[in-house]
């Protein structure tokens, strides 16, 4: 006999995915972290989040990108849960639920989406009045996306990217992704540029004035021109197919192609909502790529809704 599922009442948020528009990588910092200027732009690929009062803590993961997501003690969200239940002083276990939607280990900042939904779905479920800026810092020592996605939006991120000071944009940028079959492992991407560039001296990273202009204007061939990513060279270099991936999709008509982050998810930015389609619908049907997402941003965070949870 199967028993129905049990019901709580819970906290509820669905939290976007990423992609950097820029990303210029300074040298290594004495702690290990590069200097960023990156301007992040949230899309419509989302996680959902729901957290719920239980006996002990835990975390289940599921949904179309949950495989390979560990639902331990080692996971972003619970460890999220965990930081701010610290920094309150109080110890009132949840149950987490991640539903995924997020390529995973694709320079998307799918965990770092889910550490922030439970980060604001705890904060609400246990009534707390931290001010944003108390919960960007707890966010910040979780992982260095994780500030920016408390809110999604279009943002100038500084320091190694835990800095994040919203950017007013106008329109709506339309995106397709193509997805690896294999993550990238973040250090190893940054170990990677690091080994590529050398001895030379590297200069401290600027965003460019060029992009943050197109943004306000809402002018998307504008933006396509100012895209760049310096960990690009360096995740080209770890899975060389990718440039294959690159090249197919500009000769199909995207406005430009990045990879995204520390990849290998491809960005691919789109006139609009009709070329991401056609350019979608290509890029699989000649088999370029196994798998693609479209997208537009950006997207926002939330709401934060008291919610019915399995
Ligand atoms: O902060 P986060 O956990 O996302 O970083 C993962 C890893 O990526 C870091 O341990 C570091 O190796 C690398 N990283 C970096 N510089 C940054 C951000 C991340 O070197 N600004």
């Known amino acids: 006999m199967t028993s129905a599922p049990q019901l709580h009442t819970g906290v509820c948020v669905r939290v976007p995915a990423k992609v950097n528009l820029e990303l210029r990588v300074g040298p290594p910092r ?4 590069h200097s960023l200027a990156t301007v992040y732009q949230a899309v419509s690929l989302f996680d959902t989040i729901e957290v719920s009062a239980d006996r002990d803590w835990g975390i289940e993961v599921v949904g179309r990108t949950a495989a390979g997501v560990p639902a331990d003690e080692s996971n ?3 460890r999220a849960a965990h930081a701010l239940a610290d920094a309150a002083g109080i110890d009132r276990p949840v149950r987490i639920r991640v539903t995924k ?9 799918g965990g770092s989406a889910d550490a922030a939904g439970a980060l604001l779905a705890c904060h609400r479920l246990w009534g707390l009045d931290l001010s944003p800026a108390e919960l960007a810092a707890i966010a910040a020592g979780l992982g260095s996306d994780i500030p920016f996605l408390l809110a999604g939006g279009t943002a100038l991120g500084g320091g190694r990217g835990e800095r994040v000071v919203p950017t007013a944009t106008r329109g709506t940028y339309h995106w397709v ?22 001895a030379a001296p590297v200069p401290q990273p600027e965003p460019s004035a060029d992009l943050l202009a197109a943004l306000s ?6 933006v396509a021109d100012a895209m760049g990513n310096d960990l690009q060279e360096a995740a080209l270099s770890m899975q060389p197919a990718l440039a294959g991936v690159l090249e197919a999709g500009l000769s199909f008509g995207a406005l430009a192609g990045i990879v995204s982050g520390s990849g290998p998810t491809l960005a691919f930015l789109c006139r609009d909502a009709e070329s991401a389609i056609d350019l979608a ?3 699989t049907a000649s088999g370029a790529a196994a798998d693609v997402r479209k997208a537009h941003g950006p997207a926002a965070v939330g ?4 919610a019915t949870c399995r």
């Open 303 to 306: 709401p934060v809704e008291v």
């Open 76 to 78: 972003l969200a619970l």
């Open 177 to 198: 992704f193509a997805l690896s079959d294999e993550g990238l492992s973040t250090p190893a991407v940054y170990a990677e540029c690091d080994r590529l560039r050398g």
């Open 217 to 222: 204007f809402g002018n998307a061939e504008a």
């Open 281 to 283: 619908v290509s890029l």
């Open 101 to 109: 939607e997020i390529p995973v280990a694709g320079g998307m900042a």
């Open 30 to 33: 004495p702690d290990g972290f």
